[in-house]
């Protein structure tokens, strides 16, 4: 049973509640997503191969044994239901309340990525589809290519304010916008 105790989103003071002009450099935080780890229990690749076969899930490396499902389409319940397949092979644990996903997309995506993520983002090292845990500045986030010049960071709620107030100095530069999506 999933019981949801977070009311509001925790950047809801930081990012303007009207959108404003979108530029080139743009930083999207998603009102909603629908977040699980999954934990193998024994037997890494079954669940692996598991999750792959779960429709409308992106699935993240977190760890040895270890992944985080994001779903933007699906709410916490129906995607624990779609991960249940699995719950002999693995721990499944609902993370959308504690977690806050920020899209970060543009041509000059690597170089903002780049003043804070000591991690080789090149395309031939970084490909679309792969994901590491990373620090961001001082702060842990798994950072994900899920597209040409896009990422998505997810950072746990209580450090989301710090991670969006570090992307906005870092992207500065390329005056970097900031809004809520949909």
């Known amino acids: 049973m999933i019981k949801t105790f977070i009311s509001h989103h ?23 997503q629908a977040i699980a780890t999954v934990m193998a229990v024994d037997g890494e690749e079954a669940v692996a191969a598991g999750l792959v076969a779960v429709s409308g899930v992106s699935v993240r490396f977190a760890g040895p044994g270890e992944w985080l499902a994001v779903s933007p389409s699906e709410t916490p319940e129906s995607l624990q239901r779609n991960l249940s397949l699995l719950a002999e092979a693995a721990y499944i644990f609902d ?72 992307l906005r100095l870092m992207g500065r530069e390329f005056d970097l916008s900031a809004d809520f999506s949909g």
């Open 10 to 32: 925790p950047l809801e003071g930081r990012v303007p509640r009207e959108p404003g002009i979108r530029a080139v450099d743009h930083l999207e935080i998603p009102r909603r």
């Open 95 to 166: 993370q959308s309340d504690g977690r806050v996903v920020m899209r970060l997309s543009g041509p000059n995506v690597r170089r903002i990525l780049a003043k804070g993520v000591a991690t080789d983002l090149h395309p031939s090292v970084f490909a679309i589809g792969t994901s590491s845990n990373v620090l961001c500045g001082h702060v842990g986030v798994n950072l994900a290519r899920t597209g040409e010049n896009e990422f998505e960071l997810i950072v746990m709620r209580s450090f989301a304010e710090t991670l969006f107030d570090d």
